[in-house]
């Protein structure tokens, strides 16, 4: 039984690294977003200035390692085999679930995650323990659970969202006030003394968040405590002079440093008092296994006293973990995708939205709006011009959502405050010892600024809102979900080590490889050179011939559909119509991107081109007529099989088959039309269409004859004259499409040929 334990504990080891992996994944949001949205520094320094605060701070850690020991539960009350056990399923339950965050893109709590994660794991162990005893009742759990810290740290939850979410809005706005929008000129006055109280602030919390906790902190410890107040006032006057010193000598804004400072602070930081989430068990049961493997005492009788004592950190681990933790800040792609969801809430421009509002969403935004509109009644009118003026955004060019993602997500002023209130928050909470997530900080300091800002407005809020509840719902689902899944899995190692051990391992194998293989394919996926594109045209000849790749997409993709929802009804192929199902979706969604691009388009128009917008408009028009009848026809099918109603009879199936080899030919010949630029073949084809509506209407006139005689299914009559009437509908729309569009090109060509004639 004793190379269990040694098992055990290699998987641990293990397991540990990839835990590291996950959690910077998640974790790099907290210190990169600053930087990365006001692309105010390149990538590759950005990326350097973080590696160098992750590592400094990973080696000079150790002081947060005791959490995981005796943070959570009382150790003297379990044995080694407890501990273990506890251990083992603590390390797969929490590289299990920051993956799954990482996968959908939500920054979570890696602190949250291992604390509930040895809750759970203990909780449960001790209820296994107590109903094992004769003596010890549920009552007992108190003296196995160190029940004060864990309502602390919920506390400390709940305390951080609304404090970073409220000081982050207040500091922000006020920074907006003075400096607004159009701050250049301004920082060139006033830049030193805002750079230098940014530079302090960050100073002062490198100093209590980065240095306590750590081996060197007892040599510094005269130096800093009590004398606070002098390390600012001496901090404020040295970044004073070196603030005028750069921007006289680089010409250059003193926000840069500010940036590259504060994501240095906050790197440096995180590794200093994260690393217990991710090595802090690992290093637990490491000296574990150290204290029982020389005791010669059965492991399920060996008291864990004796992680009560303190112990100094392994410098080689912490090397390593901190070596680890670089690699990954620079090849995770996961990282990439959890930073995306916070730039995307807190962008200042439009940006494609990632949540759907729902109830709570819509009713915070309106209760908000009403407060607004109440305050706007008590303010004076000419303070609210004054302020309004500070928040007017400088005249440009109207960026598509496209264009607005590569587009600095918000300006220096912003990334400054963002960087400067976190890092004051967590340093702040440190002093006065309350427990509380970087992540939560960052993440709400940054949704608070760009709140303050307006970057919420009434086009965007309810998205925005929507975004930010899922994410907190997530914070307060990483705690549930750690604590119920560390107790499952502990209660099934407890129940067979032996076997429960390998399989679990299995397991979370092939949950992270599959994990891993869906992310790679959904970043790696390439656009379908059938996808509709933003027409970046600002003439009519420009829109019209770029108009003729989407028309040309829509008919073929439509052609498809049609074609296999028949066939699927024919065949009574459910998997076929629901994977049809999903292919109209998609073309439906991207129709209506494009028309959600109107405004943008419009805007960015050449004045003498203006009747560009009019014949863009009705194209797409058009096309989403054509998309409605066909998502009918699409999910009617599929409806129909999946209800299991009753097969449509051989002669409505051939009917369908014949009008669809109509439609076959129709759009085939629009196809190639609009992909060759031919477009008097479209004259041609819309000389035809009388005679292919005859047909259908032919087929509908059959099936009212059928339905008098001998049609017993109504549901089979309801199907066919509804697939016959959407499909008159479908060609309806493309018909007034195709006239359109002949129409609109010969206009558009017909001074060209009047010009040459004269010539």
């Not at 600095?408 to 976190?422: G, Q, S, T």
Request: proline residues 2%; glycine residues 6%; hydrophobic residues 45%.
């Amino acid at each position: 039984m004793e190379n269990i334990y040694l098992f055990m504990l290699i998987a641990i080891t293990v397991l540990a690294v990839f835990d590291i992996v996950v959690g910077v994944s998640n974790d790099a949001i907290n210190f990169l977003n600053s930087a990365i949205g006001s692309k105010a520094i390149s990538m590759r320094t950005i990326m350097i200035v973080a590696s160098l605060g992750i590592f400094i701070g990973a080696v000079f850690s150790s002081g947060m390692m005791e959490v995981a020991r005796k943070g959570i539960f009382v150790p003297a009350m379990f044995s080694f085999e407890d501990i273990m056990y506890i251990f083992m399923a603590v390390m797969i339950t929490d590289i299990l679930l920051l993956d799954f965050f990482n996968t959908l893109g939500l920054p979570t709590s890696t602190t949250v995650s291992i604390v509930f994660n040895l809750l759970g794991a203990a909780v449960v162990m001790s209820l296994i323990k107590i109903t094992a005893s004769d003596s010890a009742t549920i009552s007992d759990l108190g003296s196995y659970i160190n029940t004060e810290k864990a309502i602390e740290i919920i506390r400390g939850i709940l305390m951080s969202v609304f404090i970073a979410f409220t000081v982050g809005a207040l500091v922000q706005w006020v920074s907006r006030l003075i400096f607004t929008f159009q701050y250049e000129n301004k920082i060139k006055n006033f830049g030193a003394i805002f750079g230098a109280v940014c530079l302090t602030a960050i100073t002062y919390f490198i100093f209590l968040k980065g240095l306590k906790g750590t081996p060197y902190y007892k040599d510094l410890k005269s130096i800093v405590e009590g004398n606070e107040i002098y390390i600012i006032l001496g901090s404020f006057v040295m970044w004073l002079l070196v603030s005028f010193a750069f921007q006289a000598i680089t010409k250059k804004t003193i926000l840069l440093v500010v940036i590259a400072v504060g994501t240095f602070g906050l790197a440096l930081a995180f590794s200093g008092n994260d690393l217990v989430n991710f090595i802090g068990v690992p290093m637990a049961a490491y000296h574990s296994y150290e204290a029982w493997s020389v005791s010669g005492v059965d492991a399920s009788l060996f008291s864990m006293q004796v992680l009560e004592k303190k112990v100094p950190a392994e410098p080689l681990l912490l090397f390593i973990a901190g070596a680890i933790m670089v690699l990954t800040l620079w090849f995770s792609k996961k990282a990439k995708t959890v930073a995306e969801t916070e730039l995307s809430l807190s962008r200042q421009g439009d940006t494609h939205d990632k949540f759907e509002p729902n109830g709570l969403s819509r009713s915070v935004v309106k209760g908000t709006t009403w407060l607004s509109n109440v305050f706007s009644v008590v303010i004076p009118k000419s303070t609210q011009e004054k302020i309004g003026r500070s928040f007017e955004k400088p005249n440009a060019v109207t960026l598509t959502k496209d264009q607005s993602i590569d587009a600095p997500a918000f300006d220096m002023i912003r990334a400054a405050v963002n960087l400067m209130v976190a890092g004051v928050l967590i340093a702040i909470a440190t002093s006065m010892k309350l427990p509380l997530s970087t992540t939560y900080v960052t993440f709400m300091v940054a949704m608070g600024t760009s709140f303050a800002d307006r970057a919420w407005g009434r086009e965007s809020a309810v998205y925005r809102v929507a975004g930010v509840l899922n994410v907190i719902g997530g914070w307060f689902g990483t705690a549930i979900g750690a604590f119920v899944a560390a107790g499952f899995v502990v209660f099934l190692i407890q129940w067979n080590p032996s076997v429960m051990t390998p399989i679990l391992l299995l397991l979370t194998g092939i949950l992270l490889y599959r994990n891993y293989m869906s992310h790679k394919n959904e970043s790696n996926k390439t656009i379908d050179e059938d996808s509709l594109k933003e027409t970046g045209s600002s003439s009519v000849q420009g829109v019209i011939l770029e108009s003729a790749s989407n028309i040309a997409s829509v008919v073929k993709r439509g052609n498809r559909i049609y074609t296999n929802a028949i066939k699927g009804l024919a065949k009574q192929d459910l998997a076929l119509l629901k994977k049809n199902k999903k292919q109209i979706d998609k073309l439906s969604e991207e129709v209506d991107n494009l028309r959600d691009n109107i405004f943008y388009f419009i805007k960015n128009l050449d004045e003498t081109s203006l009747r560009a917008s009019s014949f863009y408009i009705n194209i797409l028009g058009y096309l989403q007529d054509m998309t409605q009848s066909l998502e009918y026809i699409s999910k009617t099918s599929h409806k129909h099989i999946n209800n299991n109603h009753k097969k449509l009879k051989f002669s409505q199936i051939k009917e369908l088959k014949e009008v669809d080899d109509a439609i076959e030919i129709l759009f085939n010949k629009t196809t190639a039309a609009f992909d060759s630029h031919s477009f008097e073949q479209i004259g041609a084809v819309i000389n035809n269409k009388k005679e292919i509506f005859d047909l259908v209407t032919d087929k509908i006139v059959k099936q009212v004859a059928r339905t008098r005689t001998e049609e017993s299914s109504p549901k089979n009559t309801t199907l066919y004259f509804g697939l016959l009437l959407e499909t008159k509908d479908l060609l309806t729309a493309t018909m007034n499409l195709l006239e359109e569009y002949y129409n609109a090109h010969d206009s558009s060509v017909e001074p060209a040929t009047i010009t040459a004639e004269e010539d």
